[in-house]
């Protein structure tokens, strides 16, 4: 097994495809951190004055704990966006030939979802831009440190979006799926209200949503508290690399069977 020719070269190949498309169709860089980011605005300025939660800081205001929900709502826009190609790409036949093609399913699994995962951690960059405004500050190490966070969060949430699309044969079909599953996974995150206060029938769905521990440690690693020694944080990085694990190795299954 030639693994450059394989694995490497379809990875890279299939991987500057997704940013070029991206860079091409500039309004839908607009439309994914455009709606998230007024969402945010709008929501955390409407529930500023009604909510109040202690944090390392003292009270933190609505918009200050959105502000994680947020980077993860853009990281799952931009992995449905970018994994909905795959059913174009059905349709105007580039996907038979790559699949017939003797490269490794691994190949244009990671392709893909490495394609989406850039997107998204770049689009997450941008909205970090907004951090400062609310009182998030961060050394050199901790943003790259959150970067690397987010760049395995996005890996995630784009191989689930690649697992989803595989096997949908419309962008309906993927759409319905988006609103019914996707979304409701990110309400049911943390992302729009603490745990804490959430039923108990609700905090047992919330406690094992995946991304409930990705909103948790983007969270914890703002605060300046993603150490070693602090459980919460060691227990959620497990919980996203052991997500990030399934949905590959489902994402590369699905690719072997050929189905097209």
């Not at 392709?111 to 405004?133: D, Y």
């Not at 409930?212 to 060691?234: K, W």
Request: net charge positive; aromatic share 14%.
């Amino acid at each position: 097994m030639n693994i450059t020719t394989e694995i490497v070269l379809p990875t890279y190949s299939l991987w500057m495809r997704e940013l070029i498309r991206f860079f091409r169709q500039r309004s839908r860089m607009i439309g994914v951190i455009g709606s998230p980011i007024l969402f945010w605005f709008f929501i955390g300025s409407g529930l500023g004055s009604s909510f109040r939660m202690s944090s390392p800081k003292g009270d933190t205001s609505y918009l200050e704990y959105f502000f994680p929900g947020t980077l993860l709502l853009i990281m799952l826009f931009t992995a449905i966006f970018s994994t909905i190609s795959i059913i174009e790409d059905r349709k105007e036949g580039f996907l038979q030939s790559v699949l017939v093609a003797p490269i490794s399913g691994a190949g244009i699994a990671l392709g893909k979802i490495f394609g989406g995962t850039t997107l998204a951690v770049i689009q997450a960059i941008i909205f970090l831009a907004f951090a400062p405004l609310i009182g998030f500050q961060f050394s050199v190490l901790e943003f790259l440190s959150l970067i690397v966070l987010l760049f395995v969060i996005a890996f995630g949430l784009t191989g689930l979006g690649f697992l989803i699309a595989w096997r949908m044969e419309s962008t309906q079909g993927f759409h319905a799926i988006m609103n019914l599953f996707l979304i409701p996974l990110w309400l049911l995150s943390g992302s729009l209200f603490p745990m804490e206060g959430a039923p108990g029938w609700l905090r047992g769905i919330m406690s094992i949503n995946p991304l409930t521990y990705s909103v948790s440690a983007t969270r914890l690693m703002l605060y300046h508290q993603a150490r070693i020694e602090h459980p919460g944080f060691i227990f959620s990085v497990c919980v996203i690399l052991s997500f990030c694990a399934i949905v590959f190795i489902g994402s590369m299954l699905s690719v072997r069977k050929k189905s097209i």
